[in-house]
T-cell receptor, first 111, second 113 residues
């Protein structure tokens, strides 16, 4: 059974702090996606990680991929309130177009 | 550029009625995906098409659900008859190439009374 597990499921953090969201997946795929969803809104693509060791950064967010460990991380640096949202990782099933999404991590940034 | 367009945005109907959700993918994208999002089950892929052909419908919950893609710019997801447990947000997404992200529409919030 294909599984994508995220932790933590809920995260409250203070502004200015750093934290990491973890995404473990069960397939041998080398493609991993990160999305953001604001309450009541659609999903917005953040990163596409296409190979082992891939690292991408956008603003205060940095994502990385370790295909050998089947682990991706989303690191938040010096959090600001605007980053409050639910973050999903998604694994491509054995390299095809079908994605399996994780449960999501609801991030709340506290002033 | 226009994104993925879904209609209606909200639908409230009574149990037993037929419901049709519509999706227009981004022009030039050849893959289209239908998802359902609920608090209990999260985000689930229902079906996806490539070049208008259904590739994987293993996520369609039961025979009450059907999806079509008659051409490259339009797809429908139909529920007949609808039941309260079908209440969810239904998203349509499209993508152009395998290594590119899927682009999601704004979703249809469906409530079955």
């Amino acid at each position: 059974e294909l599984k994508v597990e995220q932790n933590p499921l809920f995260l409250s953090m203070q502004e200015g702090k750093n934290y990491t969201i973890y995404c473990n997946y069960s397939t041998t795929s080398d493609r991993l996606y990160w999305y953001r969803q604001d309450p009541g809104k659609s999903l917005e693509s953040l990163f596409v990680l296409l190979s082992n060791g891939a690292v991408k950064q956008e603003g205060r967010l940095m994502a990385s991929l370790d295909t050998k460990a089947r682990l991706s991380t989303l690191h938040i640096t010096a959090a600001v309130h605007d980053l409050s949202a639910t973050y999903f990782c998604a694994d491509s099933n054995f390299g095809n177009e079908k994605l399996t999404f994780g449960t999501g991590t609801r991030l709340t940034i506290i002033p | 550029d226009a994104g993925v367009i879904q209609s209606p945005r909200h639908e409230v109907t009574e149990m037993g009625q037929e419901v049709t959700l519509r999706c227009k993918p981004i022009s030039g994208h050849n893959s289209l995906f239908w998802y359902r999002q609920t608090m209990m089950r999260g985000l689930e892929l229902l079906i996806y098409f490539n070049n208008n052909v259904p590739i994987d419908d293993s996520g369609m919950p039961e025979d009450r659900f059907s999806a079509k893609m008659p051409n490259a710019s339009f797809s429908t997801l139909k529920i007949q008859p609808s039941e309260p447990r079908d209440s969810a947000v239904y998203f349509c997404a499209s993508s152009g190439q395998m290594n590119q992200p899927q682009h999601f529409g704004d979703g249809t919030r469906l409530s079955i009374l």
